[in-house]
């Protein structure tokens, strides 16, 4: 059963700061890996897919990075701002689970003006 | 391109009520997951629906059911309410199999 972990589950931050959240997996075998973006009380909005064959995307600010055999993927936000503070979510579509998505439990960040 | 939409946006039922969640796909999109997010934590897979059937389930009573119309849109039910079915219900569409989710603004379901 795929379980998926994400450190640190809160984080805040001085404006400006460059950042990495972690998110860890157990099973390697997987399609892709999402991460997301969630505002206080409202649905999910997709940042950033990675698919399994590769290591790495950047959108903007942010470059999420996928170590397929280490069960690792990590989300960079450069120079952030307090519009980034939401809580960021990973997500990842196994190979043995069909096409649903076993999410972390996310980090909490806040980015202070 | 209207994205994933959810109807309605708050309910408010009490123990032992019936209640009907709609979801319309993101044009494109055939197949819809449902997911529930309880406060504070991630979502979890409820199931998922593909050509009107139900392909996937996660770890949910029968008390949750759904249908998916042919025009791709989907219903969550949920039968014989309980307290801890208060939480947040995501409706996520993707083109087929293994493709990028998109998620609708949700749900908020509050059983008294």
């Known amino acids: 059963k795929q379980e998926v972990t994400q450190i640190p589950a809160a984080l805040s931050v001085p404006e400006g700061e460059n950042l990495v959240l972690n998110c860890s997996f157990t099973d390697s075998a997987i399609y892709n890996l999402q991460w997301f973006r969630q505002d206080p009380g409202k649905g999910l909005t997709s940042l950033l897919l990675?698919?399994?064959?590769?290591r790495e995307q950047t959108s903007g600010r942010l470059n999420a990075s996928l170590d397929k055999s280490s069960g690792r993927s990590t989300l960079y936000i450069a120079a952030s701002q307090p519009g980034d503070s939401a809580t960021y979510l990973c997500a990842v579509c196994t190979w043995n689970a069909g096409n649903m998505l076993t999410f972390g439990g996310g980090t909490r960040l806040m980015v202070k003006p | 391109d209207a994205g994933v939409t959810q109807s309605p946006t708050h309910l408010i039922k009490t123990r032992g009520q019936q209640v009907t969640l709609r979801c319309s796909p993101k044009?494109?999109?055939?197949?819809v997951s449902w997911y529930q997010q309880a406060l504070g934590q991630g979502p979890q897979f409820i199931f998922q629906y593909y050509e009107e059937e139900e392909r996937q389930r996660g770890n949910f009573p029968d008390r949750f059911s759904g249908h998916q119309f042919p025009n791709y849109s989907s219903e969550l039910n949920v039968n014989a309410l309980l307290l801890g079915d208060s939480a947040l219900y995501l409706c996520?569409?993707?083109?087929?199999?293994?493709?990028?989710?998109?998620f609708g603004p949700g749900t908020r379901l509050t059983v008294l």
């Open positions: 044009s494109g999109h055939d197949t």
């Open positions: 990675i698919q399994s064959s590769q």
């Open positions: 996520a569409s993707h083109p087929g199999l293994n493709n990028e989710q998109f």
